[in-house]
């Protein structure tokens, strides 16, 4: 059905068009929509006519993933807005916060459907299970993966952490009507009364799929590292010219799916021609925004290259840094020969993975350089790595 709908009402079909992606958000959100007030009148009429505390909380965690839908819907409508004077960088982040808001609502149901099943289970009813409801839960089950697969679709075709999102919220529930299945037939066949407990069974799993789903709308919002196939990317596109003999301090700015700006250093000769390294990195920047898609800064550091003495030291540093912690790496050396003695200037890039003090690491470093030789001394400066 996605499928059709979509080739009858999106006619670009370029994901990278935030146009595009708005499309195709607000088509799985309206589709979204429908079925699951669909299935909260299906549902609710069975729990209604079982008396089942599971089957109706079920019926009304489908309304709420229909409320989730509108939401997912509203964000996808302010994420596809333009940049304007208050917002220059755009609206992409809209999107985030819709996904965030879905899952408030799920583990707001969540809790709701434990507290409610805690109750049936200290005071069981008993509930008629005749195979009308029997017949609407299965519907519901199959109803509800295909949604996982339409929406898991999507999301990876457009690269929406809201469409994942759903997708995983659409999981959840399919396993949680299982699980009500499960207790209708087992009251049937057995006349055992299991609602409430799998009506916590139920809520279990709409929790944990509200936990997974903040976890992955705010971990973008409050800023993580760029995925790994997007930073080998850059270095591709950057490192396929010649005069550029090295990148380091690159730094990912995500506005949002389809917004994203970068920021690099490069290591250029500094015996060339300025103007020649700046018309390179001029084009360079304009390669990264035709192919990636994103606005790039690149700054350019000078570096000796034909300086024989400079290249082997560099060497020998970078060998003593590894000796340290094979995580660590340096850029931007110089030496600076005196009378007396040698300063060896370089900055030292520490992932946040290592967890020991920046200034044991420098003392470390200047004991082992002492050690190689006693005139040698170290001017460091610590960075940072953003995108491991």
Not at 172 to 201: E, H, P, Q, R, Y
Request: a negative charge.
């Amino acid at each position: 059905m996605i499928t059709l709908l979509a080739k009858i009402f999106i006619q670009d079909k370029n994901t990278e068009n935030p146009k595009t992606r708005k499309a195709y958000g607000t088509l799985c959100s309206v589709v979204g929509i429908f079925l699951n007030v669909l299935l909260f009148a299906g549902k609710y009429f069975a729990g209604f006519i079982s008396g089942s505390i599971a089957i109706m909380a079920d019926a009304f965690n489908n309304l709420s993933d229909a409320g989730a839908s509108f939401i997912t819907l509203v964000g996808f409508w302010f994420a596809g807005k333009k940049p304007d004077t208050e917002h220059p960088f755009g609206h992409g982040r809209f999107e985030y916060l819709s996904g965030l808001a879905v899952a408030m609502m799920i583990l707001l149901m969540g809790f709701e459907l434990a507290k409610n099943s805690v109750q049936k289970i200290i005071h069981p009813a008993e509930i008629d299970s005749g195979m009308i409801t029997i017949l609407i839960l299965i519907v519901s089950i199959c109803i509800k993966i295909y949604m996982v697969l339409y929406n898991k679709s999507i999301g990876r075709k457009i690269d929406s952490s809201a469409m994942k999102a759903t997708a995983s919220d659409s999981l959840s529930d399919s396993l949680a009507t299982a699980a009500v299945l499960v207790s209708v037939l087992v009251s049937k066949f057995t006349g055992v009364n299991i609602d409430g407990i799998c009506g916590v069974i139920v809520s279990v799993f709409i929790l944990y799929s509200g936990y997974s789903v903040a976890k992955e709308t705010i971990s973008p919002l409050l800023g993580q590292p760029p995925e790994k196939e997007f930073v080998e990317k850059i270095y591709d596109i950057v490192m396929a010219h010649e005069d550029i003999r090295g990148i380091h301090d690159l730094v990912v700015h995500d506005y949002g799916p389809g917004r994203v700006m970068i920021s690099l250093h490069t290591e250029v000769p500094g015996d060339d021609d300025i103007f020649k390294i700046h018309d390179l990195i001029d084009r360079i920047e304009n390669e990264l925004n035709e192919k990636l898609g994103c606005e790039a800064v690149i700054h350019m550091d000078p570096i000796e290259t034909d300086n024989e003495a400079v290249n082997n030291m560099k060497k020998v540093v970078s060998g003593i840094v590894k000796q340290i912690h094979s995580e660590l790496s340096i850029h931007d050396f110089r030496m600076v020969v005196g009378d007396t003695h040698t300063n060896l200037i370089f900055d030292v890039v520490i992932p946040y993975s290592i967890k020991e003090n920046d200034e044991v690491i420098k003392e470390k470093i200047q004991r082992k350089i002492t050690e190689y030789n006693d005139t040698y001394f170290a001017v460091m400066h610590i960075d940072r790595d953003y995108v491991r």
